[in-house]
């Protein structure tokens, strides 16, 4: 992400029905798996201007890291209840990573070219027992100018989500699409804008803020779909079979991964540069 969506974010991320209804998803599987308590750490990987991790700062200890210092000076202003680090995550965290009970990593992985890189790094700082939970955006169909302005490398089908840990010590408590209910509408909007070769919000990207009874509309059915997540969670009722995202919740279990770049037989992202494979020597 560039200036004009960090920008954009901080103007729009607490009121717009996408991020409040995320958030407010997030934070029911959160409650779900992980108590409030002000000692309980939760850390947010790619955290941007900061709205994620500070709707959390009155249930937890939050920590939020971005390697953009702008990002970061945003999330400082406006939240200054949540410790704010200007880094690369996991190497900048220090003593957080061991203290961490839960890592957010939402719509992180797509905007680096080596996802199993940084994935797999992050599971091997990430202490057992502790959680982690990921969102990334799902349908390569959807693929649209949106995703060109945010810097995307590829949007997700759930076989592809699902490699990043296997094999790793973390165990699937959660694997699911979401923002299904709205699926037609978003893939409408997208196959438009890809057909017009621009976005239709602000900054180069689909977001914009509808009228306040449609914003509202939008947030409480996206944001129902919790329920049926949450259920899952529990062991009940079926997985999402399409949606916008996709959204996993792991456990970190016992052993000591060795990070790893991308397999050889995941092929490479048809919209970002070549990367290391495992054929080849990390040098």
Request: net charge positive; hydrophobic share 40%.
């Amino acid at each position: 992400m560039q200036s004009p969506q960090f920008q954009m974010n901080s103007e729009i991320e607490l009121r717009h029905w996408w991020f409040v209804a995320r958030r407010r998803i997030l934070a029911a599987i959160i409650d779900r798996v992980l108590p409030a308590s002000p000692q309980t750490m939760v850390v947010d990987i790619g955290c941007g201007t900061g709205g994620n991790i500070a709707a959390l700062a009155d249930r937890y200890a939050c920590v939020g890291i971005d390697p953009s210092q702008e990002a970061i000076a945003l999330a400082r202003a406006r939240f200054p209840r949540v410790r704010f680090i200007a880094g690369m995550a996991p190497d900048d965290l220090g003593e957080v990573s061991g203290q961490a009970r839960l890592w957010l990593a939402t719509d992180v992985l797509e905007h680096v070219p080596d996802d199993f890189w940084l994935f797999s790094r992050l599971v091997a700082a990430t202490a057992p027992g502790a959680y982690l939970l990921l969102t990334v955006p799902a349908g390569p169909s959807l693929w649209s100018p949106h995703d060109e302005s945010h810097g995307h490398y590829r949007r997700y089908d759930q076989a592809r989500f699902q490699r990043l840990w296997q094999g790793l010590p973390a165990t699937p408590l959660l694997v699911s699409y979401f923002n299904r209910r709205l699926y037609p509408l978003v893939k409408l909007v997208r196959t438009v804008n890809r057909w017009r070769g621009k976005a239709g919000g602000q900054a180069g990207t689909d977001f914009k803020i509808p009228a306040a009874p449609v914003n509202r509309l939008l947030t409480a059915i996206f944001a129902g779909e919790s329920q049926r997540l949450v259920r899952l969670l529990d062991g009940r009722g079926r997985a999402y079979a399409t949606g916008v995202s996709l959204v996993a919740l792991l456990r970190r279990e016992e052993g000591a991964p060795v990070p790893r770049h991308r397999p050889a037989d995941i092929p490479e992202d048809e919209h970002g540069p070549p990367v290391q494979s495992d054929s080849v020597s990390a040098g």
